[in-house]
């Protein structure tokens, strides 16, 4: 990344809108140095109206200009190319003067494995120029993408795992399908999911499992409660608590629960802070 930064005019960073903490690596901040920037909020029709206007927020404050995406359906990912040009609309005025009228804006794209950045990319260009896979880290070196006359995008390897410094980016990571399931024992992720979402989004439980969710009952207890309501149950009438954990791992990660945001800006600690 650093090698090629002199090569472009503006760095875009693909973020999980329901992670932003999770799914992004603070060296990217310092790597990028003084270049323009553009933060993604990729799958945010699966995070909450609220969080992303929290997030939205905190990035402009900051400097970084913000577009809202879900680079799947495409939504949103229109506004890329105007975008671009906003930023460095300075630039492109001062190339004109210079009689370099026509040159191509070049943007580096980055971003830690598995945000769907290659996805991204593809939607943006109109074709399949970058290789796309649900396993971490499929793009290998470095290629260009030409998506007009005036914009070139140099689509980067997804090599920059966001730190592992606390369970947290784990478990966030994990939640939302970005590392393998098998980094934790299934049961257990779902019950850590279940917590979570009994304290930010226990309407979306109670509607979605139809039990009555409370502020007191464990992530193992709600599992239960959901698996029984599902008719999940093995010989002797116990609940088949890792038959109820796929399910609930798949109908979160597919926005069967409503739309959630994970992480906000008040769970930054302060060296993930953009300064």
């Known amino acids: 990344m650093e090698a090629h930064l002199k090569l472009v005019d503006v760095v875009a960073e693909v973020i999980d809108a329901r992670i932003p903490i999770s799914s992004r690596n603070p060296d990217i901040d310092e790597l990028a140095g003084s270049k323009p920037r553009i933060v993604i909020l990729n799958r945010a029709d699966q995070a909450s109206p609220d969080g992303n206007r929290l997030w939205s927020d905190y990035f402009r404050e900051r400097g970084i200009t913000v577009m809202e995406c879900d680079a799947k359906s495409g939504a949103g990912i229109n506004r ?3 975008t671009v040009q906003l930023v460095l609309a300075e630039k492109i005025a001062q ?4 009689g370099q009228v026509g040159k191509p804006v070049r943007a580096m794209i980055v971003g830690v494995p598995n945000v769907g950045k290659s996805t991204f990319i593809n939607k943006v260009a109109g074709r399949k120029s970058a290789k796309t896979s649900d396993r971490p880290g499929v793009t290998r070196g470095k290629q260009w993408i030409n998506v007009s006359q005036g ?5 980067t390897p997804g090599i920059l795992w966001p730190k592992f410094e606390d369970e947290r980016t784990g478990l966030h990571l994990a939640f939302t399908g970005a590392v393998r399931d098998a980094v934790m024992d299934i049961e257990t992720l779902a019950s850590k999911l279940m917590e979570h979402l009994n304290r930010s989004n226990p309407e979306g439980l109670a ?3 139809k039990i009555t969710p409370k502020p007191e009952m464990t992530g193992f207890e709600l ?11 093995i010989s002797g009438g116990e ?3 890792e038959r109820m954990s796929n399910v609930l791992l798949d109908e ?3 926005g069967l629960l409503g739309r959630v945001t994970l992480e906000l800006p008040g769970d930054l600690a302060p060296q993930e802070e953009i300064v």
């Open 80 to 82: 890329f190319t105007a």
């Open 95 to 98: 190339w004109r003067e210079k």
């Open 151 to 155: 914009l070139e995008l140099l689509d």
């Open 207 to 209: 509607q979605r499992y």
């Open 223 to 233: 599992l239960e409660a959901a698996g029984r309501k599902r008719g999940f149950l």
């Open 239 to 241: 609940i088949d608590l």
């Open 252 to 254: 979160f990660r597919g």
